[in-house]
């Protein structure tokens, strides 16, 4: 669920990676970079390589408080990657912002990393046990480390090696100093694709939306397992390890991470969104007057609920879209107003009325309640909840900050209490197969937060903070 800030299963990180010969490259990184916003807004940096040398600038917050044209003059070159995070392994600090950027006897190297690696600890230990300093609590930097210490005669055998030691979700981008390569889990966890330039070079980004923003044609999926390089040559795919037999794709892209302009696995999320809308609207047929989104996310499914029911669609809300976490979160009396603050209900639109309101996720559940109720206060007969997947009763040990066990409402609560908690006259989750008959496949999907069934196995102790043992 978008719409508040400490419900919502937290997005993971965006990433981007060019070869652009004659063109500014981290004006362009900072563009693909910008459309990748919403999957993390804690810290960015951008890593540049003229072919001799390595620049880098990374900060904590948003891209547009970090990045400047003056320092965008300053990272000059032919190649860059970047990286816009929410912290899933490691705190939200300015050391863990991401890319990490080294000097190894093959030279520098940079990496930048979205997924979550859940053999990361022992890979971690194994390296600090062999002399091996850390200065982030990021499985990121194992990562990076991993590839300055591993042999082979190139890049390519390098990671190569390291993909076949590291388990989980990783999509990634690293920069050398005359090449970018991209690299995607055999799983196939996050989405990953490259494009061709307009103007030649290649460029690769975690969502498609990312790459038409920067002109992209001939768009291809970087597929689970491969390396992409990405330099003078023509573009260069090897399969460094065998996909998967049990892909997991993660499902969540399609309900709520991806932007809707996003195609992954060949299908439109747009679509998927409204297929998922129109699944709920078979499942349980409603009385109701009007259908309305949870803003912004809602959107497209509440638009196929509308479609397959035939009651009208309308908004129910106007977000404020520039209120941030930071000025809400401090203070105990502006968090509880938290809803509040951010959405006002179009009473016209829900006054006696009996209104279907369409949401993408219930985890935490400790702000549907507060939004139901501003529906009631402004004078809606009867709120139905409709929610556009499973219950959530599982975390995420593959990149997503979803919580504990104990953080999930739905992990404590049946459907009947979760109704009852957030007083609504009706709630109904679809069901795992409505989900996946939306998506338009029956396997190659993780679904593990809502069934338990896990791609991998995984340590269920682990936690987000895991490393930070000796360093604050
Ligand atoms: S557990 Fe859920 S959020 Fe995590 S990868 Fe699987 S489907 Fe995605």
Known sequence: MSYFLDESPREECGIVGIFAPNEDVARMAFFGLFALQHRGQEAAGIAVSDGNLMRMHKDTGLISQIFHPRTL???????????????????????????????????????????NLVNSTALRDELLHSGVGFSSSSDSEVMTMMLARNGGDTWVERLKHAMTLWKGAYSLVMLTRDC?????????????????????????????????????QAIREVNPGEIVTLSDKALIVTQAVKPAENLARCVFEMIYFSRPDAVWDGRSVHQVRQNLGRELARE??????????TPDSGIPAAIGYAMESGIPYNDGFIKNRYVGRTFIEPTDSLRTRGVALKFNVINENVLGKRVVM???????GNTTGPIVRLLREAGAEQVHLRVTC???????????????????????????EIRNHIGADSLHYLSLEGMMHAVGRQDGYCQACFTGRYPLEVDLNSAKTGFEKGIA
């Not at 000059?76 to 006897?105: C, D, K, V």
């Not at 369409?358 to 935490?364: E, G």
């Not at 499973?390 to 009947?416: N, Q, W």
């Open 73 to 115: 003059v300053d990272l000059q070159g032919h190649y860059a990657i970047a990286h816009t995070r929410y912290s899933t392994t490691g705190s939200s600090s300015i050391r863990n912002a991401q890319p990490f950027m080294i000097e190894t006897m093959n030279g520098p190297v940079a990496l930048a990393h979205n997924g």
């Open 180 to 216: 970018v390569y991209a690299a995607r889990d055999p799983w196939g966890v996050r989405p990953l694709s490259v494009g061709l330039l307009p103007h030649g070079g290649y460029a690769a980004a975690s969502e498609t939306g990312a790459l038409h923003t920067l002109g992209c």
């Open 284 to 293: 349980l047929p409603t009385e109701a007057d009007v259908v309305i989104p």
């Open 358 to 364: 369409i949401d993408d996720s219930i985890v935490r």
């Open 390 to 416: 499973p219950p959530i009763a599982h975390p995420c040990f593959m990149g997503v900050d979803m919580g504990t066990y104990d953080d999930l409402i739905a992990h404590k609560r049946s459907v009947e």
